[in-house]
């Protein structure tokens, strides 16, 4: 009974984790913007263009935050070896 009560609560290490994950991204995130705009500005980038730049990088976040979690699993083997050999 306690085995299958466990199943659909996350545990405490899973939680943190997100937390984790969502602070990085987020802390990733501001990071890139404040380059971005660094880089127009020493660029002399036009409005328009920044603009521009603008929307294209927070469809990328937003792209990031939903694939993030994803590319952090370990990857599945292709195959698996066997000892029977």
């Given at each position: 009974?306690e085995?299958?009560?466990?199943?659909?609560?996350?545990?405490?290490?899973?939680?943190?984790?997100?937390?984790?994950?969502?602070?990085?991204?987020?802390?990733?995130?501001?990071?890139?913007?404040?380059?971005?705009?660094?880089?127009?500005?020493?660029?002399?980038?036009?409005?328009?263009?920044?603009?521009?730049?603008?929307?294209?990088?927070?469809?990328?976040?937003r792209?990031?935050?939903?694939?993030?979690?994803?590319?952090?699993?370990?990857?599945?083997?292709?195959?698996?070896?066997?000892?029977?050999?």
């Amino acid at each position: 009974m306690e085995k299958h009560a466990m199943k659909g609560r996350k545990s405490h290490r899973q939680v943190l984790h997100k937390i984790d994950l969502d602070r990085m991204l987020e802390i990733l995130s501001a990071f890139d913007r404040g380059v971005v705009e660094l880089s127009m500005g020493l660029y002399n980038v036009s409005r328009h263009d920044r603009m521009l730049m603008r929307q294209q990088n927070r469809r990328l976040h937003r792209a990031l935050r939903r694939g993030m979690p994803g590319l952090l699993k370990a990857p599945k083997p292709l195959f698996e070896l066997s000892d029977s050999l």
